[in-house]
């Protein structure tokens, strides 16, 4: 499992997770 992938998919979760957030703000 290449490290790179591994921080891809947890920056997007972030984003997707700081995006719901601020939608609902």
């Known amino acids: 499992?290449?490290?790179g992938s591994w921080f891809h998919?947890?920056?997007r979760?972030?984003?997707s997770e700081h995006r719901l957030q601020k939608t609902i703000a």
Do not use: N
């Open 13 to 15: 979760e972030y984003l």
């Open 1 to 3: 499992m290449p490290i």
């Open 9 to 11: 998919r947890q920056l």
